[in-house]
Structure formats: C-alpha cells, structure tokens
C-alpha cells in the first residue's frame, strides 16, 4: 500500500510523546482499543473480550452511530419480527460486556499518533491519553444532511438515509427521494418495490448517475422525476405530509404532497482524524485489505468507514469480526517476537 502525501501532516509532538510513552506517565496502556461503537465496534470488541483481550472501546458521543437512529430493522438475521436500530445496540453491548468488554460511553478519540507504530498513541476529548497495543478503527459513516428545517425533525418519522432500512414502509405510499447519484438511483429503484410513486428531486437536468442506472430509473413507470430543484423545507406533523420545492431556474416555490423523504445525497466517511497518518482513497474512506488491516501495521478498520460499497449492519458485523480476530492473531505473533527478541543492555541501564 502505499501512503498519500498526507502522511507529513503529523501536528504531535512525537519525539516529547515517545518520552512520555517510555516512562508510561499519565498514560492508560490497553492491549485493544476499538474506536466506534456501531455495529462492526461492537462485535470487534465481542470477538476481542471473548479472545481474552480485555478490549476497550471509545463509543464516541452516540452509542451504535448511525444505526441507532433506524426505527426498525428488520433485515439483521436472527430478528424475525425486527427490532429498532437502539434495541439491537444495546443487545450488542450488552453482549460484548458479557465478556469482559469495557465501553466508555460519551467520550470520542480527538487524536492519534500511528507513527511510531504499537502501542500507538490516542487521546480522548476528557483528555485522558491511552496507548494500545493495537487499534481497531469503527467510526463509520455520516449521511450528508440537507441542512433544511423539518429535516432533523422529521427523522425517523418519514425522513430517511436508509432505503434498505425503511422502504418498507412506505408500501403503496408516495416517496420523494433527493439526489442525482448512484445512491439515489440505485435507492430509488428499491422503493418502487414497495412506493406507490417515486419523486427524484435534482438540483440539476443532468444526472451524476451512471448510465445503466439511469436507464434503469427512466425505463420504470413508478419513478418520476422533478429536475432543477431543490427542497427548502420537509413539512408534517406527527408525520411527513409535504415538502417545500424551488425550482432553481423559474424560483417557483410549491409544496408537494408526500409520506416520506428520502435523501442520498452522499456520504462521508468519518476518516479525517486518521487524515496523514491511514491510507484513505478518493472519497475518502480507509483502505484495507481482506484481513481488514490498514497500511499501518497493528492498525485494522471495519464497517463503513471502509466498506463504500454495502453498508448495512449484517456486513459491517463481519468486518468487524474479521478485524477483531486479525488483531488477535497480530497481537500474538507481535508478542511472539517481541519476546524471542535477544535483551539488548542499553548504556545507562
Ligand atoms: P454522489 O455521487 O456524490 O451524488 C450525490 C448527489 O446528490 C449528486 O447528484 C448531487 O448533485 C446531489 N447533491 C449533493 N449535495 C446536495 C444538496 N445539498 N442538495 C441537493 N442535492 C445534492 O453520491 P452517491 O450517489 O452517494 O455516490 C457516492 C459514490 O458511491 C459515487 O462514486 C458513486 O458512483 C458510488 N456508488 C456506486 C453505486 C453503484 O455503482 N451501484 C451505488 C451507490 C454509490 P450534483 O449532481 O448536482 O452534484
């Protein structure tokens, strides 16, 4: 793999922190940390605690991400009548804890130094600093937001990010579904299997979407799309009944009758702490290879802030399985080594 040239934005003061790190002042040594608590964090920290590792994991400032803000799940196997994104959570931590996990819950990673390579160097907002011998990076993905009133509102009352997760129930209603990629095609073309009608609202007359898709969407009778236009507002009461559109070229301005707002307007890694110091590609989101290790060695990522392609819970659980038991198996061949290393007597010694 190699590295961007990122890689010389380290802003640590590592030469005084290595100091630090060899007297062990002021500082928490744990074997694994895992950072992220959504579903590949938390099945890391299962597979970690059950390997006797004693994980610890930083939860960040909202226990399970986003997965905690979907209002049922019903394609996690072994639910067969779903439960909610916080009930499967919960279970997950309550889980993990069973054997031996710590969760430390409201607290989110500030800073890293994987420079110096195991136990590497992470502070946290309280300011507590930890060294781990090694490090599992679940800190996900974030949906962009439109940014418009009623949006933060209506969430999980009719808007959602997650078509897999919601489309069903909107069956034989209508959709408005915001965005001109791949996402929204793609997710689009997913609720016509149980929407009624299916409005794309694009800001432009063009689509990003590749062409297969496109053809796709224009070929089904179901969707429909509102070209030129933006949505200002998402309107309701206990439920979405509307959302304010502007035509960006005549500036009209319409409310437009609807059950729910889907929006897929992209998303965002959450890999700018690792910025310089993980491999990230073009859009952002860690690198790793099949054993799920980053470029940096004892330094491992699950779940969506690498995976660009599936997103959803049952893949991001594997991940994060697949990661814990790379790690494990790392921690032992590093200490291994470390342990058949000859003792060498430095000078003051
Ligand atoms: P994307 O390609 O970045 O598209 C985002 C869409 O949302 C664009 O049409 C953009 O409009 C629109 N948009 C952005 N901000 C907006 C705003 N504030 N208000 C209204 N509209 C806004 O994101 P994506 O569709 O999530 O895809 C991300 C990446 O994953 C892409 O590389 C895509 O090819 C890939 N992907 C591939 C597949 C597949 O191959 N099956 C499926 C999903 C995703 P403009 O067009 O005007 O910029």
């Not at 933006?230 to 960006?248: Q, S």
Request: aromatic share 8%; net charge negative.
């Amino acid at each position: 793999m190699t590295m961007s040239n990122e890689g010389l934005s380290l802003t640590l003061n590592a030469s005084a922190r290595s100091e630090q790190v060899a007297r062990g002042e002021g500082v928490q040594h744990e074997r694994v940390i895992i950072i992220g608590s959504g579903p590949a964090g938390l099945t890391a920290a299962l597979y970690t605690a059950r390997a006797n590792l004693n994980p610890l994991v930083i939860a960040g400032h909202e226990l399970g991400g986003q997965v905690s803000l979907t209002y049922e799940i019903e394609n996690y196997p072994g639910f067969p009548q779903g439960l909610s994104g916080q009930e499967l959570v919960e279970l997950m931590k309550a889980q993990a804890e069973r054997f031996g996990a710590r969760i430390k819950l409201f607290s989110a990673v500030t800073e890293v130094d994987f420079s110096k390579g195991s136990p590497f160097w992470l502070k946290t907002d309280d300011g507590t600093e930890y060294l781990a011998d090694a490090v599992i990076v679940t800190v996900g993905a974030t949906a962009r937001r439109l940014n418009v009133p009623g949006e933060k509102e209506f969430t999980g009352h009719g808007v959602s990010y997650c078509a897999t997760c919601d489309g069903f129930f909107f069956r034989d209603q209508n959709v408005v579904v915001v965005g001109g990629g791949d996402s929204a095609l793609e997710e689009a073309l997913f609720l016509t299997r149980f929407a009624k009608r299916v409005d794309i609202v694009h800001r432009r007359d063009q689509l990003r979407a590749g062409a297969t898709l496109q053809q796709r969407a224009f070929a089904n009778d179901k969707i429909h799309f509102i070209w030129d236009t933006v949505v200002e507002e998402i309107i309701g009461d206990e439920k979405v009944r509307a959302v304010r559109l502007r035509n960006l070229k005549t500036g009209e301005v319409r409310d437009y009758p609807t059950d729910g707002v889907f929006i897929f307007i992209g998303h965002d890694p959450n890999s700018d702490l690792f910025k310089g110091q993980l491999e990230r590609d073009e859009f952002g989101y860690l690198v790793t290879d099949r054993l799920m290790r980053t470029n940096i060695e004892g330094v491992f990522a699950a779940g969506e802030v690498q995976d660009r392609i599936y997103r959803q819970v049952a893949t991001s659980v594997g991940q994060g399985a697949a990661a814990a038991m790379s790690a494990e198996r790392w921690l032992a061949e590093h200490e291994a080594e470390r342990a058949s290393q000859p003792h060498t007597v430095a000078p003051n010694e």
